[in-house]
């Protein structure tokens, strides 16, 4: 899979597949998950505490990382957002 960074918003995203993602999963800490059915969003952070988005297609199973310009800042905040605009 070719792997794409694409950065706006001080957010950076780029495409992974199901093998580079159990990788990951296994060396860091998912804080949340959430199925909406058609995909997961998982909430992660890293060795470093430093946090980052998930967001995984149910149909193919590749994701998408998203990560934030700035280490300093909190996925969580973003998370929020993009949960409060499905409710």
């Not at 794409?4 to 001080?10: E, I, M, V, W």
């Not at 998950?33 to 909430?43: A, L, P, Q």
């Not at 700035?70 to 409060?84: F, K, M, V």
Request: charged content about 20%; glycine content about 8%; some cysteine.
């Amino acid at each position: 899979m070719t792997t794409t960074n694409k950065a706006a918003f001080g957010l950076s995203a780029r495409a992974i597949d199901t093998s580079e993602f159990a990788a990951i999963y296994e060396t860091c800490e998912c804080l949340f998950t959430y199925d909406n059915g058609g995909s997961r969003t998982f909430v992660l952070t890293d060795s470093n505490g430093v946090d980052f988005l998930a967001i995984q297609d149910g149909a193919d199973g590749n994701v998408v990382i998203v990560e934030l310009a700035d280490a300093h800042e909190s996925a969580h905040h973003y998370a929020r957002e993009g949960l409060n605009r499905v409710f």
